[in-house]
């Protein structure tokens, strides 16, 4: 793969590759902007979990299909080709399965169907209510499954898979999955699946981990499990300086979600020490001769391994999470933003490759598509090069001008899988979907 993201001249604009959007639940799409009020001066994420469970609480097949296929229409006029679905709203609100036990999920393909995306959907094992191991609350059961049904889900769903569908798997987290169900599970994948967790996404589950496991959940997670290239570690915001460099050495993706993070206050990130983490690692690699291939430097940038040389540097992506914003560039924009804010310095992350910071973000979210989505063909997005924001513009700086300069929307033409499902702006069905979408906020809104 190139250093930078291909950007060539069409007779439409300018085609960049599709981004691919590696952490979503679709149905929080339709509680955006309505826990933006104080309850209670403490709020947190553990308040804004309580609005979101009781909004879950009302989803049914049909509307999640239509919460969904709108969400999936406007991932692609954003510019995002392929989302990585972690489903876990499995059974009917008190915990009874539907008569078809995969019914939710088979909405959430639909909806990806009807909107022309590509969907690795993750049906996500979630068996317990927190590291002491006890039961699912309430509002809880309709998420839950055992080892047995979830393997059940997961190979009957596979009957789904096509070069848009790819059926992978998730756990919830290290709180609600007991070490040997991890296991279990682990053991039971085909050896191409895709394996997507939540990881350290708030201070009190690394404290609750280290009060239970005796250490943080990435650390316990290197430990206990066969981390590599197959796996994506969403939310891994709560690091210490041995877990970065251990995430960077397993080939692993992290899943960063920078709008969502800051909506639920999670932490940043720390995105500049990743980077550096797979710099110093190429630099040890050559200082011991293990590979004479990859050249060492100590700036920022430098010591990217040469081509065709084992890939040092840590994998991450992006994702639209929770979807309070849906949008690449806004995701990009903002982890770029929050390292600025914290250092107080500007052009955080580049590499020895471009001196662009919108080519390094692109070329990152590039980098990590296929390994954690399953994906790998190229999606297209054409930029519209009449907008005035874009006059003058070539191919060396159109990611930036794209990424850093607000937000109205330049994606003229999207194409998934060969075909154009966005033309001049608008998915090829925009308005069928939204109506259906707004007759479905109606019941879920009453
Ligand atoms: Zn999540």
Known sequence: MPATPTVIRCARGWAVPGVANLHSHAFQRAMAGMAERQTNPADSFWTWRETMYAMAARFDPDLLQAVATQLYVEMLEAGYTRVCEFHYLHHAPDGTPYAAADAMSVA?????????IRITLLPVLYM???????????RQRRFGLDVD???QLFHGLRRHESETVRIGCALHSLRAVPREAMHEVLAALP??????????EQQAEVDECIAVHGARPVRWLLDHASVDERWTLVHATHLDAEEL??????GATVAICPSTEANLGDGLFPLRAYLDVGLSRATNLQESGADGRVAGASRPGAGIPAEGSPDARGFWGIGSDSHASVSPVEELRWLEYGQRLA??????AVTEDTPSVGETLLHGTQRSAARSTGFTGEDLVVLDDSAPILAGAHAGDVVDRWIFSGNRPLVRDVEVAGMR????????NRDAIAARYRAALQRLLV
Do not use: M, P
């Open 245 to 250: 460099q251990g995430i960077a050495s397993s």
């Open 128 to 138: 317990r209510g927190g590291f002491d191991g006890r039961a699912l609350g309430d």
């Open 343 to 348: 250092t107080r310095q500007r052009n955080i």
């Open 108 to 116: 959430l393909i639909a909806a990806a169907r009807a909107s022309g």
């Open 149 to 151: 049904t979830w393997l």
């Open 421 to 428: 499902v966005v033309e001049d702006g608008r998915h090829r």
């Open 191 to 200: 050896a191409d699946t895709r394996i997507h967790i939540h990881i350290a």
